[in-house]
């Protein structure tokens, strides 16, 4: 039977015009991103205009503090109805105790005589983009589904259309199914590029690496669907052609076989089902597969060298800054009971991160299992930098690896003076957090978080009060608006909140708590402390009318603030699920424009739960 041949549709471009075709469109693609990280540079000049700024939020380190006699002052006015109070007798030794929760340092110093000496040195404040564009960056901020946006949706759509038409312009798969893998071979550099955490596309343009893993993911996608239609094209084209049996016996048809499925097992790894319930399997796996995939194209293909040479320049690149950003210390863990939640202190890592930010924790102990060391978990820093209590974690309690950390921290002797149990501990960060935005460079700040999302909000608001006793913060208003299930969450956090009020002497804050857990015997608590800049409701809290308020006391201090300069906008920060984003996402849209414009635009920072 005489072979059969395969007649080209369209003219095709031969392997080498495949490539350079591939390449052209994938330098268009940077191109693009070198756009927009030309329009990212005021932002980035603004934050970097500081030399202190050059290092921190890159790398921890300690300083060594001179420790001077602070007053100690003690929640004594609890309420008897306190929702988490049993015995007065109790809760009055549990206060008085040096290392409790329910205790605070604050040391003012004649905070409020320093107004007149303090020298105001305002940081610059670059919006995101020009006024007359607001509207427009709402609307991509429109959510289709949970968690993804109209601007996620646009970009992965353009990016999609410049890949078919790198793959498919005057091209079959059937006939020409090199231009596929072309396709797929230049895309490995960026996926690579967009999974690391020390990111080079996103410190450039002013994006932290979770705020670009969704494109990670869709490219990832991408590269395997270009795989498997390269791989197809071949097996038809054999099997037409009556050579399958000997081409398949080739040596560089067998490497590329490897390759693919090596592709195909990190994409069936990287499934959700895999990604939110194995992270620790899913890991594992993209690491070998990586491993196994970029050796198994260069021999398939040796012409790919140069492709796969920057794949290991930039996953080496990012694996060197990885360990010149890990610390090994000792940490204090401690349990809260009331928030089933653990406390990590590692005193000796004091500085080097930003408000927000988060780090890699890991715990060198058996006590979380045999191989509970291997793990690695991000947590949001709950503390400020520079400080003599160094990096403190709240962990709760939500899965197997925080659940043992929990048990261990209970069963560590603690007692009422707050002796926890000392572990060892490697921290990877910082990560995550503002990126190229100033906090301080805004008008008023509100920030609205749910459970353990509480974490962030500690360090941006601790950090905006530092930074405004030193005349460098322009917001004059500070909203918190934390959502917990039980009021009792309330009490270990409590003194916290209670310094940050009394400490902040020229920006008012006002904290609301929401509990949506109803309490036993259908009581309503009241707040354990008297205060009326802090308020304890039930529900959930009602985000609209919340932004309208706190825009509404924004605008109303700008007249009286000490800089008589023009509004710099709101900030609003979110941390929480998925879903306590979107909505404060559609609150933001439902706010009248001419509202807006009052205090100069409203931004959005999220942090969200979730992989």
Not at 240 to 258: C, E, H, M, Q, Y
Not at 349 to 360: E, T
Request: charged content about 15%; aromatic content about 10%.
């Amino acid at each position: 039977m005489p072979n059969r041949t395969i007649t080209p549709v369209t003219p095709s471009l031969s392997s080498a015009r495949a490539e350079n075709l591939v390449l052209h469109v994938t330098l268009f693609l940077l191109s693009v991103i070198a756009f927009y990280v030309l329009l990212r540079l005021p932002r980035a000049f603004a934050r970097f205009w500081r030399p202190s700024e050059w290092l921190r939020g890159h790398i921890f380190w300690h300083t060594s503090f001179h420790h001077t006699r602070t007053r100690r002052v003690y929640a004594t006015n609890l309420r008897e109805d306190s929702p988490s109070e049993t015995n007065s007798t109790s809760e009055t030794k549990e206060a008085a105790s040096d290392d409790s929760h329910t205790l605070y340092v604050h040391d003012k110093n004649n905070k409020g005589q320093q107004s007149a000496q303090t020298e105001f040195n305002l940081p610059p404040h670059i919006t995101t983009c020009p006024a007359f564009l607001q509207r427009l960056v709402l609307l991509h901020r429109v959510r289709i589904s949970p968690g993804f946006s109209v601007s996620q949706a646009v970009i992965m759509t353009c990016y999609f259309a410049a890949l078919t038409y790198a793959g498919f312009y005057k091209s079959s798969p059937f006939s020409d199914p090199v231009r596929t893998g072309w396709v797929a071979v230049s895309q490995l550099p960026i996926v690579i590029a967009l999974a690391t955490k020390n990111n080079i596309v996103g410190t450039l343009i002013g994006f932290t690496y979770e705020k670009l893993n969704y494109l990670h993911r869709f490219i990832g996608q991408l590269i395997v669907i270009a795989v498997n239609i390269h791989s197809l094209g071949y097996f038809y084209k054999w099997s037409i052609g009556g050579t399958f049996r000997k081409s398949i016996s080739d040596p560089n048809a067998i490497w590329g076989l490897v390759g693919l499925v090596a592709l195909d097992c990190m994409f069936f790894f990287s499934l959700s089902f895999w990604r939110n319930r194995y992270h620790n399997i899913m890991l594992p796996v993209h690491v070998i597969g990586l491993g196994i995939t970029i050796p198994a194209i260069w021999m398939h293909q040796p012409s790919t060298m140069r492709w796969m040479c920057s794949c290991i320049g930039i996953y080496g690149l990012d694996y060197v800054c990885r360990c010149i950003k890990t610390r090994i210390s000792t940490a204090n863990i401690r349990p809260l009971p009331e928030m089933n939640t653990t406390r990590v202190e590692v005193p000796y890592v004091n500085g080097g991160w930003r408000a927000g930010q988060h780090v890699r924790l890991r715990v060198l102990s058996f006590g979380l299992g045999w191989f509970g060391w291997t793990e690695a978990h991000p947590f949001t820093i709950a503390s400020v930098a520079d400080g003599e209590e160094g990096i403190v974690l709240l962990v709760r309690k939500s899965g197997r690896w925080t659940g043992r950390l929990y048990d261990m921290a209970k069963t560590s002797g603690f007692t009422e003076a707050g002796q926890g149990r000392r572990v060892k501990v490697m921290i990877e960060g910082p990560y995550g957090g503002p990126c190229h935005a100033i906090f301080a460079s805004y008008s008023a700040s509100v920030f609205i978080v749910g459970g353990s999302g509480i974490t962030f909000a500690l360090s941006s608001i601790q950090d905006l009060i530092r930074e405004d006793l030193a005349g460098r913060s322009r917001v004059k208003s500070i909203t918190l608006i934390w959502s917990i299930q039980d009021p009792s969450s309330l009490r270990p956090i409590l003194p916290r909140l209670m310094s940050m009020i009394q400490e902040s002497v020229y920006t008012p804050i006002h904290i609301a708590v929401h509990y949506t857990r109803a309490c036993l015997g259908g009581t309503k608590p009241r707040p354990p402390v008297a205060h009326p800049q802090l308020t304890l409701s039930s529900g959930r809290p009602q985000i609209l009318k919340s932004l309208e308020t706190a825009l509404a006391r924004a605008v109303s201090l700008v007249e009286d603030a000490r800089d008589e300069r023009r509004v710099s906008g709101m900030l609003v920060g979110v941390c929480g699920p998925v879903g306590l984003g979107d909505d404060v996402s559609k609150a933001v849209a439902a706010i009248d424009p001419s509202r807006r414009d009052q205090v100069g635009g409203i931004e959005i920072h999220e942090e969200v739960f979730g992989l």
